[in-house]
């Protein structure tokens, strides 16, 4: 059971705007940051937001992260179906001295 | 540009041991914490172990302590991951990944642990 809770799956049609949630179940994931990672079929996670709601460069301005409270949200507007993926989101854990990752949400682009 | 390849995987059998390499290249590897992170198959990713760009802070996962040890040599631009006593719930890729802070930015494209009979 993950500290951090993603609903398993999130669906969209393309066009649309879609949201993943990533809740904590204790307080001490560290400097309250969350990190996103979108995990394209047979590849490696990547870096998609970071710091709660900033973006590496190459990655497009449809997708945006914010945090309230104990929840943070992960949006993709504008959904295509190369978003089709696996996406995750990751805290620090001060009292791990280690990263939590959710369980996943994978996103099917209908 | 940040380039992460590992190495070892492959198939051992349970309580048998193997060494994990991560080369790294395109930035300078010195200055960089490391992280090691796997994922079973068909499951989420679950981090491993951690270490500074001086070896001296090293962290783990409650279940791979006493079992797996991080290191790096920093004139190879290199991390390893020796791995024993391995078990068959340890079967899952390993990947390596650079850390800036409390973030994990860039990773490998992973290579592949097999623990079975």
């Known amino acids: 059971q993950s500290v951090l809770t993603q609903p398993p799956s999130a669906s969209g049609t393309p066009g649309q705007r879609v949201t993943i949630s990533c809740s904590r179940s204790?307080?001490?994931?560290?400097?309250?940051?969350v990190n996103w990672y979108q995990q394209l079929p047979g590849t490696a996670p990547r870096l998609l937001i970071y710091?709660?709601?900033q973006r590496p460069s190459g990655v497009p301005d449809r997708f945006s992260g914010s945090k309230s409270g104990t929840s943070a949200s992960l949006a993709i507007s504008g959904l295509q179906s190369e978003d089709e993926a696996d996406y995750y989101c990751?805290?620090?854990?001060?009292?791990?001295?280690?990263?939590?990752f959710g369980g996943g949400t994978k996103l099917t682009v209908l | 540009q940040v380039q992460l390849v590992e190495s070892g995987g492959g198939l051992v059998k349970p309580g048998g041991s193997l060494r994990l390499s991560c080369a790294a290249s395109?930035?300078?590897?010195?200055?960089?914490?490391m992280t090691w992170i796997r994922q079973a198959p068909g499951k989420g990713l679950e981090w491993v172990s951690f270490?500074?760009?001086?070896?001296?802070?090293?962290y783990y996962a409650d279940s791979m302590k006493g079992r797996f040890t991080i290191s790096r040599d920093n004139a190879k631009n290199s991390l390893y991951l020796q791995m024993n006593s391995l078990r068959a719930e340890d079967t899952a890729v390993y990947y390596c990944?650079?850390?800036?802070?409390?973030?994990?930015?860039?990773w490998g494209q992973g290579t592949l642990v097999t623990v079975s009979s």
């Open positions: 990944a650079t850390v800036r802070g409390i973030i994990i930015e860039y």
């Open positions: 395109g930035f300078t590897f010195s200055d960089y914490y």
């Open positions: 270490i500074n760009s001086r070896s001296t802070t090293i």
């Open positions: 204790r307080p001490n994931i560290g400097s309250n940051i």
């Open positions: 710091s709660n709601n």
């Open positions: 990751a805290a620090w854990d001060d009292s791990l001295n280690g990263w939590v």
